[in-house]
Structures are given as structure tokens and as C-alpha cells.
């Protein structure tokens, strides 16, 4: 389906795309990097068609809104205005949103890299040749991303006939991760120089899960704060609101208590806690 969206804004708009393109080198990149199989032109093509799509849309809802408080007259105009404005925000979004993936996907990676480079050392270390060492990652399920990566450069050579050595310099060059972009041309310049790969994979792994334990470390220190922070507002804090705010309306100092325990207690503290889980599922090394 999106396909074929694809191929229809390409064929509308893809001379406008291919003279705004220039502008929009950065885009390329991320696409690349973020796996996403289509050109440059393609993509703003699609952006641009997506955004006046929500021009034509936003026109007459922001009209018949306005309208509501303005006169129609001076409701078009505006309306126009701000379906403008969208407009430029969605086509705004899709720019960003390549950049958004490539850094999702390089975390990811990095979250498998320690105990991915572990199988590595352990392939490396039955003198296997360098090609074999990736191939004991795609049999990793749990880390699909690396998984993928690795896939990559096992086409390379085994499929486009490429040296290893290249190969490695194409991948380190394609990939989001720093992590693996480093373990890929260090891997390149030990081969290359005729080193231990094997010592190499063994040193790097232990650097990796060293950091992988600070982070683990990290973690935990903020997850004390979380809890402390959390003990303090979403427990003592409406425990001690709730019977101030009843006392002070037995006495008639506050107005519509009722209201306000009711926006705290059943808006305000579930919102904290979403806001508060989604944070910790974000920051989990």
C-alpha cells in the first residue's frame, strides 16, 4: 500500500523533489542508515504529498471552527494560515523522522553488541574466517537489528563478490551504531595488519560489557532517585492535598475541592505515572 503511494507522489511531484534534493542531503543519509529503501527524491515526494494532502484537509475543519467565533469572512483567510502552518510542520516531520529511526536503531544495536561480540570471540577463536564470525550473529535471534547488520556484509561478499576488508569499510560507513562502527574498521585494521582477531573480539567484548555495566550502574542510581521522587509526590504528596484541601473547604477557604481532588486523583497522578514508566522504558540500558 505504501508502496504505491510511493510511486504515485514520485510520478506527481518527483521534478519538484529532485529540485529541492540538494537541500536535503542530510535526509539521504539518515535513509541510508536507517534501512529505509528509498531514494531521496521518493521520500520528499512522498513528504510533500502527504503535506498538502493535510493543506486540503485542514481547510475547511479550521474554517468551520473559526467560523464558529469569527466571521466566515475573516475565517478563510486564517484558515488557510494555519492549515499552512501544519502543512509545514508534517512535511517539517517527515525530514526528521529518518533521523528519529537511525537513532532508535543504533540503540538498539548498541543494547546487543556486548553479548553479540561474546559469539563473535568464541567463532573467531576456532580459526574461522572473518566472514564466519558474522554469520554466528544472524543466528541470534534476540538481536534482530544486529542480525540484520551483519546480514548486510555477508551479502557483500558472499553475494557481490567483495573483499572482507571492504566490505567492513562499506558496513562501518552504513550503519547508525558508533559502537559497531568502531568494532567493524577495528576489526578491518587487525585483518588487515595481520593481528589476533581473536584477542582483538576478546578485548573489545570486555570493553563493552564494562560498559554495559556502568550503564547497568547508572541505571540503578536513577531508578533510587525515580522511587524516592515517586514515594514523594504520588504518595505523600496526595495523601497530604487531600486533607489539607478538606480541611481548608470545612472551612470554607477553598471552592469546588471536590473538583480539584477528583482532577488530581484521577487525571494528574495517573498522567505522572505514565509519564514516569515511559521514561524508565526509555532510559533501560
Not at 106 to 127: E, H, N, Q, R, W
Amino acid at each position: 500500500m505504501l508502496e504505491e503511494y510511493i510511486k504515485r507522489a514520485y510520478l506527481s511531484y518527483g521534478e519538484i523533489a529532485s529540485k529541492i534534493a540538494p537541500n536535503f542531503k542530510y535526509v539521504e543519509e539518515d535513509l541510508k542508515k536507517s534501512g529505509m529503501k528509498y531514494t531521496l527524491e521518493e521520500y520528499l515526494s512522498l513528504a510533500i504529498f502527504i503535506s498538502l494532502i493535510v493543506f486540503v484537509v485542514e481547510i475547511p475543519i479550521i474554517t468551520l471552527i473559526l467560523s464558529f467565533f469569527i466571521h466566515v469572512v475573516f475565517a478563510i483567510p486564517l484558515s488557510f494560515i494555519f492549515s499552512g502552518i501544519g502543512a509545514a510542520l508534517i512535511f517539517f516531520l517527515f525530514t526528521t523522522y529518518p533521523r528519529a529511526q537511525v537513532s532508535d536503531l543504533a540503540s538498539k544495536i548498541d543494547k546487543g553488541l556486548p553479548f553479540s561480540v561474546s559469539y563473535m570471540t568464541a567463532a573467531a577463536s576456532s580459526d574461522a574466517p572473518p566472514i564466519s564470525v558474522f554469520k554466528s550473529i544472524t543466528k541470534l535471534d534476540e538481536y534482530p537489528e544486529l542480525k540484520e547488520q551483519a546480514q548486510n556484509l555477508i551479502r557483500d561478499v558472499e553475494g557481490l563478490g567483495m573483499d572482507i576488508l571492504s566490505a567492513l569499510r562499506r558496513e562501518a560507513k552504513r550503519t547508525p551504531s558508533k559502537e559497531f562502527k568502531d568494532l567493524l574498521l577495528g576489526m578491518e585494521a587487525t585483518i588487515s595488519s595481520g593481528a589476533d582477531l581473536t584477542l582483538f573480539l576478546n578485548n573489545k567484548s570486555i570493553s563493552l560489557f564494562n560498559d554495559y555495566q556502568r550503564k547497568i550502574k547508572s541505571y540503578a542510581n536513577l531508578l533510587s532517585m525515580i522511587i524516592e521522587m515517586y514515594i514523594t509526590v504520588m504518595i505523600v504528596g496526595p495523601i497530604f492535598f487531600t486533607i489539607l484541601s478538606s480541611v481548608m473547604g470545612m472551612m470554607g477557604g477553598v471552592e469546588n475541592i471536590l473538583a480539584m481532588q477528583v482532577l488530581i486523583s484521577f487525571i494528574l497522578m495517573p498522567a505522572i505515572s505514565v509519564a514516569l514508566a515511559f521514561y524508565i522504558n526509555i532510559a533501560s540500558p
